[in-house]
């Protein structure tokens, strides 16, 4: 980090994070205590409900919300709570890899085309147009129906297209960072291409990534939870809130809780995320993400 | 006169756009793990049945050579064969296109119409209580998947207050404005968000700009001001936010026309990859790629139309 700004003198390091603590927006404390406590109720699902999220009991189907089952149960008679609960885990999880994956491919190639240009630029912003000419959506759902169905194909598919809006963001922070003094410093060094890109420009770049991240996040566990509901993603039993919805749809006029509930988690995830994005927009400073 | 030659250097700019789209959709089928002409007939097929859709297909030929066929056909509007409802795909595609854009466009009216007010009034009382609300409303609204949004308009609207049709297209154009009111409500539901964001921020732009300045100086009331200059300038935000959300409106359309069961593209593409229909998927491939294409061109041409200075 040789161009990070002199830093103030050491402070001891509990008033260290009392300072850092103090830079966070309400939006961010919020949004990081709800993110808290929905993935410690994923982590500690098992200890939260007494019933199992697979196991079948036709005596107890379509209960509406109560002391027993807070979220009422479905058709099959399984806890709408306990898989809700259990969901967490499949959303939470294909949400963090199919973002932090293409976020991590597509920043580097991004930067790398913006440092170097030439060749390697021209085709990469080739494939990248190309793979924006189609709705996101339509190309995912393609790309699926080459693979087939399933959680482990969804990877491929979001692996193999998420990382283009990711590229072109970083491609264009690193086309003006290029003409800064420092890199021109350090190319004149003679410091090797992958040096400048990693230890000197990258810092620099990173943050309208991170912040783009969180709402990509949120469109992610759309995404996962949009294919499931159309049968396209994660395959049943497995809790997943997508799937639940569409489990629910034909019983919306006597159950409402079968659909409604695991929604409600999917908005609040989002919620929670998007209020950490917000919150990380001032902490960073971005000077990409207009609105304020 | 530079209308038409201002499209048709748009339309070179998009060639090698357009040869990358038809090569994705060309490999939709030949990627496709194993035999897809079995897969497509899911093993109920005799050798001799799987030896004449592949003539019939031409897979028989060298990949270059269809791939060359393919990119010929799609250009003369020959999108290829349903090997499901045993017509060609181009009329398929074209009988779903209606409802299809018909849902687009009547989102987008309703996003605008929801979001214009409520932007105008953010900026207006910007860092107060009405700002803050219409944010936290926005940032709920755009987390709501659309599926489920969707049922619940349903069950409240359509089941309980029987208001609106919960399915379908509907006769005439009063119909379908009648049946396609909850599915566009659902669209506008995340594309709205995304307008009152950047029609707020380009709003406050303009509120500081110096000729808003000067008549606030003469004496013009906030309100006119408001209306004469601030709205005007907010035009081209409009225009550039959906543009570059079409692909995300296409995407939400696929999902609320499932859950409308509205006869549209959107249907068409997921009943196709259940059934494995591969030429149906192709040729939806490439319409949606010219539908997101075609879009961002009117886009660049009403920028044009605004301001003169693009036109090169």
Redesign the interface.
């Known amino acids: 980090m040789s161009t990070a700004p002199a830093s103030p003198a050491p402070a001891p390091a509990s008033g260290r994070l009392r300072a850092e603590l103090s830079r966070w927006s309400p939006s961010l404390r919020i949004g990081l205590g709800l993110l808290a406590s929905i993935v410690l109720a994923g982590l500690f699902a098992p200890w939260l409900t007494p019933y199992d999220p697979l196991r079948q009991d036709y005596g107890a189907a379509l209960l509406s919300p109560g002391p027993a089952h807070w979220f009422g149960t479905d058709s099959i008679g399984r806890d709408i709570f306990t898989r809700a609960l259990y969901a967490i885990r499949t959303d939470l999880v294909i949400g963090f890899w199919t973002t932090y994956v293409p976020m991590l491919v597509g920043v580097l190639l991004g930067a790398w085309a913006g440092l170097k240009r030439g060749w390697f630029d021209a085709v990469l912003m ?2 990248i ?2 793979a ?8 995912i ?2 790309i ?4 087939g169905p399933g959680t482990h194909n969804i990877y491929i598919a979001v692996f193999l297209v998420g990382w283009t809006m990711y590229a072109r963001l970083a491609r264009s922070e690193m086309l003006v960072e290029a003409s800064k003094d420092y890199v021109l410093a350090a190319r004149t060094l003679g410091y090797p291409t992958w040096r400048i890109l990693l230890r000197h420009a990258l810092p620099n770049i990173i943050n309208s990534s991170i912040v783009f991240s969180m709402s990509d996040f ?1 469109l992610n566990i ?1 995404l996962v ?2 294919l499931s ?4 993603g994660v395959p049943a039993p497995t809790p997943e809130w ?1 799937a639940m ?2 489990e629910g ?1 034909d019983f ?2 006597q159950a ?1 809780w079968i ?2 509930l695991p ?1 409600l988690m ?2 609040i ?3 929670a ?3 950490v994005g ?1 919150g990380l927009t001032y902490r960073l400073g971005d000077r990409h993400v ?3 | 006169m530079w209308v038409l030659r201002f499209v048709l250097a748009r339309l070179l700019q998009a060639v ?2 357009l040869l ?2 038809t ?2 959709a060309f490999l ?1 089928i030949h ?3 194993g035999d897809p002409v079995r897969i497509m007939l899911q093993g109920r097929a005799s050798d001799a049945a799987v030896a004449e859709i592949y003539g019939r297909l031409g897979m028989d030929q060298p990949l270059l050579v269809q791939y060359a066929r393919f990119v010929g056909h799609a250009v003369s509007g020959d999108l290829g064969t349903s090997i499901i409802q045993r017509a060609p795909v181009g009329s398929i595609v074209w009988e779903r296109l209606v409802p299809s854009v018909f849902l687009l466009v009547y989102a987008t009216v309703l996003s605008v119409l929801l979001a214009v007010p409520l932007a105008v009034w953010a900026a207006a009382r910007r860092q107060r209580v009405a700002d803050h609300l219409i944010r936290l409303a926005g ?2 609204s ?8 969707g ?2 308009l ?2 409240f609207f359509g ?1 309980t207050l029987k208001w609106f049709p919960i399915a379908g297209f509907g006769k005439g154009f009063g119909g379908h404005v009648h049946h396609l009111f909850l599915p566009a409500l659902t669209i506008a539901l995340f594309l709205g968000p995304l307008l009152v ?2 029609l ?2 380009a709003m406050l732009e303009a509120m500081t700009a110096e000729h808003v300045e000067v008549a606030r100086a003469k004496g013009l009331s906030e309100s006119r001001i408001l209306f004469k200059y601030v709205l005007r300038a907010a035009a081209i935000p409009v225009i550039t936010i959906l543009a570059v959300n ?7 359309s ?2 609320v026309e ?2 409308f069961s509205v006869a549209g593209l959107g249907m068409l ?2 009943h ?3 059934t ?1 229909d ?1 030429p149906v ?1 192709q040729g ?2 490439v319409v ?2 010219l539908l ?2 075609g879009v961002n061109l009117l886009a660049d041409l009403a920028y044009a139309l605004i301001d003169k200075r693009v036109r090169t």
Request: hydrophobic residues 65%; glycine residues 8%; positive net charge.
């Open positions: 080739r494939v147009d190309t924006l000419a189609f709705p996101f959506l339509v190309l759902i393609v699926l129906a080459i693979l949120v759309l939870s949009g509901f159309l049968g396209l997508g919805v569409a749809k919306m006029q409402w659909s409604t929604g999917i908005v995830t989002g919620v995320l998007a209020l917000d207009t609105g304020h | 090698p756009v990358g789209v090569l994705v939709a990627l496709v793990p940032t709920v755009f987390a709501m998947p659309s599926f489920w949004i049922l619940i349903i069950l089941l964001q950047s707020r921020a079409i692909g995300w409106l296409i995407s939400g696929v999902i499932s859950v593409l997921v196709a990859v259940s494995r591969y998927i939806l491939t949606f790629a997101v294409l």
